[in-house]
């Protein structure tokens, strides 16, 4: 089964910047379109962005059009999420979450039911 492992995550400045890396082990990641979420107790979770299995299509949310790039390294099975100007609100945990698209292959989903893969998440932080 596929298994996803969530980096980089923790305290930043209003301001800052950090990358986000979602790997998997033992299994190409080039199957599946992929997509960050994140997530606070208590709140619903949140779509962010999504990318297309081979990186063709990439998908945003209002909220982090323009601040946020997704990115996926296939050869190294890697995806990642730069987040920048990060602002108190960005404060969550983020999940990153694989889609099984089969034969589509400019897919970018950004519900959270059409993924069937999640990873365990790692906390952002932004605070002064």
């Known amino acids: 089964q596929l298994q996803l492992v969530e980096s980089g995550g923790g305290l930043v400045q209003p301001g800052g910047s950090l990358r986000l890396s979602c790997a998997s082990s033992g299994f190409s990641l080039d199957r599946y379109a992929i997509g960050w979420f994140r997530q606070a107790p208590g709140k619903e979770r949140e779509a962010l962005s999504s990318i297309s299995k081979l990186a063709e299509m990439t998908n945003y949310v209002g909220s982090v059009k323009g601040r946020f790039t997704i990115s996926r390294d296939n050869a190294k099975n890697t995806v990642y999420l730069q987040m920048n100007t990060l602002k108190p609100e960005d404060t969550d945990v983020y999940y990153c979450?694989?889609?099984?698209?089969?034969?589509?292959?400019?897919?970018?989903?950004?519900?959270?039911?059409?993924?069937?893969?999640w990873g365990q998440g790692t906390q952002v932080t932004v605070s002064s």
């Open positions: 979450a694989a889609a099984s698209v089969g034969g589509r292959y400019y897919y970018t989903p950004l519900r959270g039911s059409e993924y069937h893969f």
